[in-house]
Structures are given as C-alpha cells and as structure tokens.
C-alpha cells in the first residue's frame, strides 16, 4: 500500500494491492502547525488519521507550514506567480482577468530526433498575427543571466488630438475591440515576444489612463522545454513589462517590434534591478576625492 502522486508531486489518494481508495484532502490546524491529512474514505485503512508530521518536535511544529500547490484560483495565481502560460493562452482567460490588447498564444514546438527540435514564431498576415493585423518592423535577440531581471518598461501610448486618453482607449478596447484597424501599430510600440531558451516569470500591469489597473504574472518556457508553456506574447503600449529569468539556464528571447526603437519611447518604472550598484565600501573608495 502506498501514496499516488500527480504530476506536481502532491499526493492525492492510497493505492492497495488490490484496488484504490478515494481520498480527501484534511487541513488540521494546530498552533503554529498546519498538518496534511490524508484519510481514505473506503479501503483497509478505514477511518484511520496518518499525522504527516507526529515525529517532529514542538518548536518546529510552530514554524512549519504546508504548501497546495493547487489552491488558489486564477486570479490569485496571476498575481502571486503560480499561473503557467497554458493557462492564460486565449480564452482560456476569463475576460475580467485579461488586459486589454494583450494577446498570450501557442506556439508548438517540434522535436526532431538525434537532432534538436524546430519552431516558428508568427508568420505575417496568419494566425493571431492576422487577426490582430500586427507586424513588427524591427525584430531583436536578447539573452538574460540566470538570476537576472529587467523592467519595468513601458511605452508610450500615441492618443488622437481630438479626444482624451480614456476615451480613446475605452474605443480601442472596450467599444469596438475587434476593430483592429483602429489600432495605431505604426505610432506607438507594440512588443510581440518569444522565448527560445529558459524560464521566464513575465510581470504585465496595465498603465493606461481610464483602464483597470490588471496585472499578469506568469511563467513562460523557452522552446528547449517543449510543451503548453511555449507561447508568443503581445504588450501593448502602455502596459509595464517586466521579465525575471528563473532557471539555472540563461534566458534567450526573441522579439520584434511594431515600430523602430526609438530611445524617448523607452520608459522606466521601479528599474533599479537593472542597475545594481558595488558594495557600499567600494562606493566609498571609488568617490573618494
């Protein structure tokens, strides 16, 4: 007889020899403690309570905590870090969780045996690309160190001078979402990127005058981890981006452009993590007249 675990290594039920019992999940709060209890609710164990952590002492007891790596719902996840790419791809999004213009898509990843594996990235005037009628005009490669972080970034959104901020983007994206050809791709820099190597954890906050304040967090995988996490994504201007590489692998992105860079149109907020300064002491020496 033994435990079953899913694929997140969470263990969910008992398996006997001759059959499986269902199980349900018992968080027994005690103290400081919060202890998982698994009992069977048929089988040979019966109603018997297995304590998880009965060999631990008191002190320790206190300072333990649990984790259920799958509580939480998604909007929870989208702002704590534990939502995966897969699960903000289309509509798989509800509508009141999403940020207006971003655009989160699949991208399949071929492996090629005793070879490597093969990807695209967009083609113009097909798929989401299509859809949307975006296609960069400069397109560039970055790589990240391991442990390394970038942004926030930002662009800045082109507004018509015949009308406000807020009601050209409530146009944009709330009254007439679907006209695309509104959208002034060749005024204002749009991003469409791609991940090619890594882990990225992508931070996404909507900046926009007269929008929600909604904000993305989730964790992207470059086409050497191929899977549902391989995606494509769409920043709009306005939208603050930040990247994070999370694995012990540099992060190689792709990305391109819907306009020419152009350095007045690349803002900053909360950047400081691109600057990181020496030691305080060797601050001093170095200033030292």
Same mark, same amino acid.
């Given at each position: 007889m033994g435990w079953i675990f899913n694929l997140e290594g969470v263990a969910y039920g008992w398996q006997a020899r001759s059959h499986a019992s269902t199980a349900r999940k018992l968080i027994i709060e005690r103290g400081g403690l919060q202890d998982s209890v698994f009992r069977p609710s048929c089988g040979r164990m019966g109603n018997t309570n297995l304590d998880l952590w009965k060999g631990l002492g008191e002190e320790a007891k206190k300072a333990l905590a649990t984790r259920d790596y799958n509580s939480g719902d998604l909007k929870e996840k989208l702002h704590s870090?534990?939502?995966?790419?897969?699960?903000?791809?289309?509509?798989?999004?509800?509508?009141?969780?999403?940020?207006?213009?971003?655009?989160?898509?699949?991208?399949?990843?071929?492996?090629?045996?005793?070879?490597?594996?093969?990807?695209?990235?967009?083609?113009?005037?097909?798929?989401?690309?299509?859809?949307?009628?975006?296609? *960069?005009?400069?397109?560039?490669?970055?790589?990240?160190?391991?442990?390394?972080?970038?942004?926030?970034?930002?662009? *800045?959104?082109?507004?018509?001078?015949?009308?406000?901020?807020?009601?050209?983007?409530?146009?944009?994206?709330?009254?007439?979402?679907?006209?695309?050809?509104?959208?002034?791709?060749?005024?204002?820099?749009?991003?469409?990127?791609?991940?090619?190597?890594?882990?990225?954890?992508?931070?996404?906050?909507?900046?926009?005058?007269?929008?929600?304040?909604?904000?993305?967090?989730?964790?992207?995988?470059?086409?050497?981890?191929?899977?549902?996490?391989?995606?494509?994504?769409?920043?709009?201007?306005?939208?603050?981006?930040a990247i994070r590489c999370v694995s012990s692998k540099d992060l190689i992105m792709v990305y391109g452009t819907s306009t020419r860079f152009i350095p007045e149109n690349e803002g900053r907020i909360e950047h400081a993590i691109e600057t990181p300064t020496a030691p305080p002491d060797w601050e001093t020496y170095w200033n030292r007249s």
């Open positions: 870090g534990r939502a995966d790419a897969r699960e903000v791809v289309g509509d798989a999004l509800p509508p009141e969780l999403r940020i207006p213009g971003v655009e989160v898509f699949h991208r399949r990843v071929y492996q090629q045996r005793y070879r490597g594996y093969f990807a695209e990235f967009a083609r113009e005037g097909e798929g989401l690309a299509g859809k949307i009628g975006m296609w *960069p005009n400069q397109w560039a490669t970055a790589l990240m160190f391991a442990g390394t972080s970038k942004g926030f970034h930002i662009h *800045p959104p082109a507004i018509p001078a015949d009308t406000t901020p807020e009601a050209w983007f409530q146009r944009l994206f709330v009254t007439e979402p679907e006209n695309y050809a509104l959208r002034p791709y060749d005024q204002e820099q749009w991003d469409m990127m791609f991940f090619i190597q890594g882990q990225a954890e992508m931070f996404l906050v909507d900046e926009r005058a007269g929008m929600p304040r909604r904000k993305m967090r989730f964790i992207i995988e470059g086409d050497d981890m191929p899977g549902p996490n391989n995606v494509g994504v769409v920043i709009p201007a306005g939208v603050a981006h």
